[in-house]
């Protein structure tokens, strides 16, 4: 299985999932899709489905296109996310795959839109799985709850995405770390994984490197709305239960307005 981060628009990313044995490929999210086309072209693959994690424009704004780029493609987007382009709606646990090696199931995961589905990939054994989580979960954050509940966001990350293998490899729908552990860390200003890790994306983005994928277990030490269930960041955001934190969290996330230095710097 190989996997290929392509980035579009301004901080958005699309992917490639390749079988390395047929070269057949997926792609998620594929909003510029003549880039996501000359992507695999570029290692001989051949992309036969698309993969939508959400309605929104800039994950789902690319389909009709793909589909008229490549007739007969299968378009796949959760079945009451209203996704555009859409030819095969899937469901909580419906199971797809590609080529002989890669097998994927999808993971109904709401908040962000009420119908926003995982990906849940697995290839050839001795693989680390991975796993596309377009808004619902990015690295050190996760996305606004336009369409849901603090309960449903909860259980999104750290019930459904939470669930998985700690090994899993995250692939998010934006590169936003850097901002996401810069917050994380007025929450958690002890933490040293945070730390740590915002030291290492900061090195990364200065390098013009992508700081994805992150992994399940990197985001439960590093991820504060996936570290609500225990009591020491729930008294730290002054909450009684894991879905209070997590609506408190996201509340001081939608307020904040960045590093005191960046704010400074601005004035």
Same mark, same amino acid.
């Given at each position: 299985?190989?996997?290929?981060?392509?980035?579009?628009?301004? +901080?958005?990313?699309?992917?490639?999932?390749? +079988? =390395?044995?047929?070269?057949?490929?997926?792609? $998620?999210?594929? $909003?510029?899709?003549? @880039?996501? %086309?000359?992507?695999?072209?570029? %290692?001989?693959?051949?992309?036969?489905?698309?993969?939508?994690? &959400?309605?929104?424009?800039? &994950? *789902?704004?690319?389909?009709?296109?793909? !589909?008229?780029?490549?007739?007969?493609?299968?378009?796949? !987007?959760?079945? %009451?996310?209203?996704?555009?382009?859409?030819?095969?709606?899937?469901?909580?646990?419906?199971?797809?795959? %590609?080529?002989?090696?890669?097998?994927?199931?999808?993971? &109904? *995961?709401?908040?962000?839109? @009420?119908?926003?589905?995982?990906? /849940?990939?697995?290839?050839? +054994?001795?693989?680390?799985?991975?796993?596309?989580?377009?808004?619902? #979960?990015?690295?050190?954050?996760?996305?606004?709850?336009?369409?849901?509940?603090?309960?449903?966001? &909860?259980?999104?990350?750290?019930?459904?995405?939470?669930?998985?293998?700690?090994?899993?490899?995250? /692939?998010? !729908?934006?590169?936003?770390?850097?901002?996401? #552990?810069?917050?994380?860390?007025?929450?958690?200003?002890?933490?040293?994984?945070?730390?740590? @890790? #915002?030291?290492?994306?900061?090195?990364?983005?200065?390098?013009?490197?992508?700081?994805?994928?992150?992994?399940?277990?990197?985001?439960?030490?590093?991820?504060?709305?996936?570290?609500?269930? #225990?009591? =020491?960041?729930? *008294?730290?955001?002054?909450?009684?239960?894991? $879905?209070?934190?997590?609506?408190?969290?996201?509340?001081?996330? +939608?307020?904040?307005?960045?590093?005191? *230095?960046?704010?400074?710097?601005?004035?």
């Amino acid at each position: 299985m190989k996997i290929v981060p392509i980035p579009c628009l301004e +901080d958005n990313y699309a992917y490639l999932i390749v +079988d =390395e044995a047929t070269k057949k490929a997926a792609a $998620v999210d594929p $909003v510029e899709p003549e @880039k996501i %086309i000359q992507a695999a072209s570029e %290692i001989g693959a051949s992309v036969n489905a698309v993969l939508t994690t &959400h309605h929104h424009w800039d &994950h *789902a704004g690319g389909n009709e296109k793909m !589909g008229l780029l490549i007739p007969g493609i299968k378009v796949y !987007g959760g079945s %009451i996310d209203n996704v555009k382009g859409c030819t095969d709606k899937v469901e909580n646990g419906d199971k797809l795959s %590609i080529g002989n090696e890669i097998n994927i199931l999808c993971l &109904h *995961a709401p908040c962000h839109t @009420k119908g926003h589905i995982s990906y /849940y990939v697995t290839g050839k +054994d001795g693989e680390d799985p991975a796993v596309f989580t377009g808004d619902t #979960l990015f690295v050190a954050g996760c996305g606004k709850f336009f369409e849901g509940t603090a309960e449903q966001m &909860h259980q999104s990350l750290c019930v459904t995405l939470g669930s998985l293998p700690k090994p899993t490899r995250v /692939y998010c !729908g934006h590169e936003y770390t850097v901002k996401n #552990l810069q917050f994380a860390l007025t929450v958690e200003p002890e933490n040293e994984k945070i730390k740590q @890790k #915002l030291s290492w994306v900061q090195e990364q983005r200065h390098k013009g490197e992508p700081t994805i994928p992150s992994t399940i277990e990197d985001e439960f030490e590093t991820n504060p709305f996936m570290r609500v269930d #225990l009591p =020491e960041l729930q *008294a730290k955001v002054g909450a009684t239960s894991p $879905v209070q934190a997590i609506g408190e969290v996201r509340k001081r996330k +939608d307020n904040w307005r960045g590093p005191a *230095a960046v704010r400074e710097s601005m004035l």
